[in-house]
C-alpha cells in the first residue's frame, strides 16, 4: 500500500479494521474483514499512515497514530516470533543451553542460532565458531543468529528458566522461523548494535519480495 508495488505476502503485514473503527495489525493472519497489506519495515509503515494510504485501502475514515500502531506491529511479530520458538521446541527441533548448542552445532544440526540480546559475548563467539566451522565444512548455509530478545524471554518461551543460547535445527520449522523473523527485521534489528561482535555475525538477506 506504501509503494504500490506487488510484493511477496511474506514480507508484508496485513491490517484491517476492529469492530470499534480502529487499524490493527492482522501478525498472525486470522482476523476478518477487509485487510489491506504494507512492507514490513517502520519507514513504509511510517509513509501509509503519512499519505492516508489506510483510509483509502480500507474504504473508512481512519488515521491510526503512526508511533502508536507501529509499536503495536513490532510487539506482535516479537510475539509471532516467541511463538515460533515455543512450537519449534515442541517439535522437537530445538536445542538450547551451550552445551545442548554446542552438541548440535558440532552435528551441523543447526540451522538458526538463538542468542540473549543481553548474554555475554565470549559462549556466543564461542558457539558462532563452531556452528559456522561445522556448517561450511558440511556445505550448509551459514547459521544466522537472532538477537532480538532477553534471555528471560527466551526462557519463558521454551517454558525454562532464563535461557541465553538456543538453536533451532534443521527441519520444516525453519522457513517459517525465517520469514518471521525478517518481518520482525523491518522493526527492530535481530543484530544488536551494541554486541561487540555484531560484524562478525553472518548477515541476513534482503528482506525484499519478488516484484
Given at each position: 500500500m506504501a509503494s504500490g508495488e506487488t510484493r511477496d505476502p511474506d514480507v508484508m503485514v496485513r491490517y484491517v479494521l476492529s469492530p470499534d473503527g480502529e487499524v490493527v495489525a492482522?501478525?498472525?493472519?486470522?482476523?476478518?474483514?477487509?485487510g489491506v497489506?504494507?512492507?514490513?519495515?517502520?519507514?513504509s509503515l511510517r509513509k501509509a499512515v503519512k499519505t492516508g494510504g489506510f483510509a483509502r485501502g480500507l474504504k473508512a475514515k481512519v488515521k491510526?497514530?503512526?508511533d502508536a500502531l507501529m509499536v503495536q506491529t513490532r510487539d506482535g511479530l516479537r510475539?509471532?516470533?516467541l511463538r515460533h520458538l515455543t512450537m519449534a521446541r515442541k517439535a522437537g527441533r530445538l536445542?538450547?543451553?551451550e552445551v545442548g548448542v554446542r552438541e548440535a552445532a558440532a552435528r551441523g544440526d543447526v540451522a538458526l542460532r538463538i542468542e540473549a540480546s543481553d548474554g555475554a559475548d565470549k559462549g556466543r563467539g564461542k558457539l558462532r565458531t563452531l556452528s559456522l566451522a561445522t556448517a561450511r565444512e558440511l556445505d550448509r548455509?551459514?547459521?544466522?543468529a537472532i538477537g532480538a530478545f532477553s534471555a528471560a524471554e527466551i526462557g519463558e518461551a521454551l517454558g525454562r528458566e532464563p535461557v541465553v543460547h538456543a538453536a533451532i535445527?534443521?527441519?520444516?520449522?525453519v522457513a517459517q522461523i525465517k520469514q518471521a523473523a525478517q518481518r520482525l527485521a523491518g522493526f527492530t534489528p535481530l543484530i544488536p548494535a551494541d554486541w561487540p561482535d555484531a560484524k562478525h555475525e553472518p548477515s541476513w538477506p534482503d528482506r525484499k519480495g519478488p516484484e
Open positions: 492482522d501478525v498472525f493472519g486470522k482476523l476478518p474483514g477487509r497489506w504494507v512492507s514490513a519495515d517502520e519507514a491510526p497514530d503512526a510475539r509471532q516470533m536445542a538450547f543451553g548455509p551459514d547459521p544466522l535445527l534443521f527441519g520444516p520449522v
